[in-house]
């Protein structure tokens, strides 16, 4: 049973960054495909990024495109989103998934779900 803990959330101002961390325990990460999801008050579960454990090839939603970046180190079990140019419309609690097959951007395909960290982007 895969656990995955989320670090690296909090409050910014808008234009700033952060970086997110999710650590995997129990389980074999490098084999792992990895994704962030987000969700904000009173919306459904979004999908942020994914990245394979194949050959770390990486999906990114159109929301956060050319400002977020997901990466994996396989030595430290961990994925990292890498988040800039922070908007508030980013606020929202994040969420690491993991999943054995490639699920893309489909919450329901993931098997393994951290607790989730908050952002908090202030305009």
């Known amino acids: 049973q895969v656990q995955l803990r989320e670090s690296g959330g909090g409050l910014v101002q808008a234009g700033g960054s952060l970086r997110l961390s999710c650590a995997a325990s129990?389980?074999?990460?490098?084999?792992?495909?990895m994704a962030w999801f987000r969700q904000a008050p009173g919306k459904e579960r979004e999908f942020g990024a994914a990245i394979t454990w194949s050959d770390s090839s990486t999906r990114y939603a159109d929301s956060v495109k050319g400002r977020f970046t997901i990466s994996r180190d396989n030595a430290k079990n961990t994925v990292y989103l890498q988040m800039d140019s922070l908007k508030p419309e980013d606020t929202a609690v994040y969420y690491c998934a993991a999943s054995a097959y490639w699920s893309g951007s489909i919450p329901a395909l993931y098997q393994y779900w951290g607790q989730g960290t908050q952002v908090t982007v202030s305009s």
């Open positions: 129990r389980g074999t990460f490098s084999n792992l495909n």
